[in-house]
């Protein structure tokens, strides 16, 4: 059961996942895939999206949280 889809974005500085359809007001490249927003036993692992602002870089972490020093801004959905 997959609640939401996730595209990939672009601004002039980086690439991230977003569950906006409309990019956060960036460019949509392509549509990534889909993830269920609570877990369950079929899409148990969390998908986090991570951000470090020394180096204005997204990153998407599973499972673990993100690694120290950088922010979570939030679990995009649950996967395989």
């Given at each position: 059961?997959c609640?939401?889809?996730?595209?990939?974005?672009?601004?002039?500085?980086?690439?991230?996942?977003?569950?906006?359809?409309?990019?956060?007001?960036?460019?949509?490249?392509?549509?990534?895939?889909?993830a269920?927003?609570?877990?369950?036993?079929?899409?148990?692992?969390p998908?986090?999206?991570?951000?470090?602002?020394s180096?204005?870089?997204?990153?998407?972490?599973?499972?673990?949280?993100?690694?120290?020093?950088?922010?979570?801004?939030?679990?995009?959905?649950?996967?395989?």
């Amino acid at each position: 059961n997959c609640d939401w889809s996730s595209d990939v974005c672009s601004s002039d500085l980086a690439h991230f996942l977003s569950t906006d359809p409309a990019c956060e007001g960036t460019t949509a490249e392509r549509l990534l895939g889909y993830a269920a927003t609570t877990p369950s036993s079929a899409m148990p692992r969390p998908l986090r999206r991570c951000y470090n602002s020394s180096e204005t870089a997204h990153l998407h972490w599973l499972d673990a949280r993100c690694p120290s020093g950088v922010e979570e801004e939030s679990i995009l959905g649950y996967v395989r």
